[in-house]
């Protein structure tokens, strides 16, 4: 198993920092992520608790399910299918708290491939990626606010 632990300070406030990160329909706005939607809404607001959502990647396609909604506080997700190769993820968490003004994003994310022998090579690999990849996401989200909020 592979743990990711990103930690960015954002410059913008939590509730446009939360809403960026935690809506589906702003997804295909950032790197690497081709398209994402709604399969099933939340129970109490769409991209909340109970939220099914497909992300497709640059080769991959995501399926999450939102496990926590805590409106400019936390969003919790776990991984429930991955194409076209398997990925066992229990869990996917961005904790947001204000600082300054400004909002820090704690994101983790726990994963292993689900491959005999080469899933650890894979997860290792992979591993320091995935958290360059959400790190740029997180400041890419920052600048799209700055440029269209000047």
């Given at each position: ?14 509730d446009a920092a939360f809403q960026m990160l935690t809506d589906h329909g702003n997804y295909n706005l950032y790197p690497g ?118």
């Amino acid at each position: 198993m592979y743990k990711i632990e990103v930690e960015e300070v954002l410059d913008m406030p939590i509730d446009a920092a939360f809403q960026m990160l935690t809506d589906h329909g702003n997804y295909n706005l950032y790197p690497g992520i081709k398209a994402a939607q709604l399969l099933k809404s939340g129970r109490d607001e769409p991209n909340g608790v109970g939220a099914v959502r497909e992300v497709k990647l640059n080769g991959a396609t995501l399926q999450e399910e939102i496990v926590r909604f805590e409106t400019n506080k936390v969003m919790e997700y776990r991984i429930r299918d991955a194409k076209p190769l398997g990925i066992y993820h229990p869990m996917g968490r961005m904790e947001f708290s204000e600082v300054e003004g400004k909002t820090k994003v704690y994101w983790t994310s726990e994963f292993a491939m689900k491959l005999p022998l080469l899933g650890q090579l894979l997860d290792n690999y992979l591993g320091p990626r995935m958290a360059k990849a959400f790190s740029n996401l997180l400041q890419g989200v920052a600048s799209r606010y700055r440029f269209f909020n000047r």
